[in-house]
């Protein structure tokens, strides 16, 4: 499996911002802006097949 990180900045809807391998322990947004609010949330992929966690309660978070 892998993982999906959403990111939306203030009240904009979530997008899909990045794949993550199930190994990466940590997590960058190196496109993140000072000054800005964003939310993120995170959903498991299987690597085969169609089975999908449900999407993870939303981190909000301001860059300062």
Do not use: C, H, T, W
């Amino acid at each position: 499996y892998f993982l999906i990180v959403y990111r939306a900045k203030g009240n904009e809807p979530l997008a899909m911002l990045q794949s993550v391998d199930k190994e990466q322990k940590e997590f960058f947004d190196y496109s993140a802006r000072k000054g800005a609010e964003y939310r993120y949330a995170v959903q498991v992929k299987q690597v085969r097949g169609n089975l999908n966690s449900g999407m993870s309660k939303e981190a909000k978070i301001g860059v300062q």
